[in-house]
């Protein structure tokens, strides 16, 4: 089972665009989610997640406060609005079922991501 981003595009600094998490087939209500971006030459990171009944974790502190991971049960997706976007938010962005507690994806393959950049 593979997962989908949505939303991405390019943004100006400063900007909220919001991503959409969704799976053909899957039911993300019964899952934690986590939200993982990649920037070239790196490795890809958790940056936040969300449990079966909407607690919330950071995996990365440079979104704290400016990120907030919701779900939408009756759509099927899990959200994540962004706020406040700098040019080191430049990523692709990536969801996957996670393990809560160690904030790993429970799956051996990654989905689609989607492309944020965001300009100066």
């Known amino acids: 089972v593979q997962l989908q981003a949505y939303g991405g595009g390019l943004v100006q600094a400063g900007e909220s665009p919001r991503l959409s998490c969704a799976g053909s087939?899957?039911?993300?209500?019964?899952?934690?989610i986590g939200w993982f971006r990649k920037v070239p030459g790196k490795e890809r990171e958790g940056i936040i997640c969300i449990n079966s009944i909407g607690s919330t974790n950071y995996g990365d502190d440079s979104v704290k406060g400016r990120f907030i991971i919701s779900r939408d049960n009756a759509k099927n997706t899990v959200l994540l609005q962004m706020t406040g976007l700098k040019p080191e938010d430049t990523a692709v962005y990536f969801c996957a079922p996670i393990n809560f507690v160690t904030r790993k994806p429970l799956m051996g393959s990654w989905g689609k991501g989607t492309l944020v950049t965001v300009s100066s």
């Open positions: 087939g899957f039911s993300l209500d019964n899952y934690a």
